[in-house]
Structure formats: C-alpha cells, structure tokens
Nanobody, 113 residues
Framework: QVQLVESGGGLVQPGGSLRLSCAAS????????MRWYRQATGKEREDVAY?????????YYANSVKGRFTVSRDNAKRTMYLQMNNLKPEDTAVYYC?????WGQGTQVTVSS
C-alpha cells in the first residue's frame, strides 16, 4: 500500500536550518508530483511547497517560505526533501508530505530560542 514517512523534524533556534525527508513506497514515485504541507496548532493546514514529478519544472512555494525553503526529490531513492533555512518561530508546525491524496504521519518542527 502507499506509505509516506516523514523525518528530520526537531527543535531548532530561530535562524537555524533543518532538512525534512519524505520516504515513499507503494506507488510509482517518479510518476507523480509531490507536496509539502504544514499545520500549526489551532490553524488550518497550509500548502507549503510543490514539486513536479521530475523536479525540473517550476516549483511552487507559499509566500511565507519563499527564499528560505527549497523542495527537491531523488526519484532513485524515492524520497522528497524540504531544506528549510533561516527558520522563524512562525514556521513551527507539523510538516506533512502528500502524494496521490495520501498523507504521511507528519514530523514536528519547533523553532524556539
């Protein structure tokens, strides 16, 4: 069955960096675009980033993360990544990857001094 497993979250100080990973199985990973979402406590889920199936066309980023986050994928490893730099307290949320309307369990990112 389709499985998406996020990892790489944690506690980081403002201005720090983290790299999230989303390992996929159970479907033809290279055939589908992927997305990162996040949800902060008490807020609606936010569409953070999109990457095409090959990763070589225009990606999408929410205005709140443009210039700081970079989405990428390695189809050979069946893994999508989210490099997050210059993190801010407002980036604190559970981050989820999405494909084919399937969701991972999420990974918590907390930005705090």
């Amino acid at each position: 069955q389709v499985q998406l497993v996020e990892s790489g979250g944690g506690l980081v100080q403002p201005g720090g960096s983290l790299r999230l990973s989303c390992a996929a199985s159970g479907f033809d990973f290279s055939a589908y675009p992927m997305r990162w979402y996040r949800q902060a406590t008490g807020k609606e889920r936010e569409d953070v980033a999109y990457i095409s199936r090959t990763g070589d066309t225009t990606d999408y980023y929410a205005n709140s993360v443009k210039g700081r986050f970079t989405v990428s994928r390695d189809n050979a490893k069946r893994t999508m990544y989210l490099q997050m730099n210059n993190l801010k307290p407002e980036d604190t949320a559970v981050y989820y990857c999405n494909a084919l309307n399937y969701w991972g369990q999420g990974t918590q990112v907390t930005v705090s001094s």
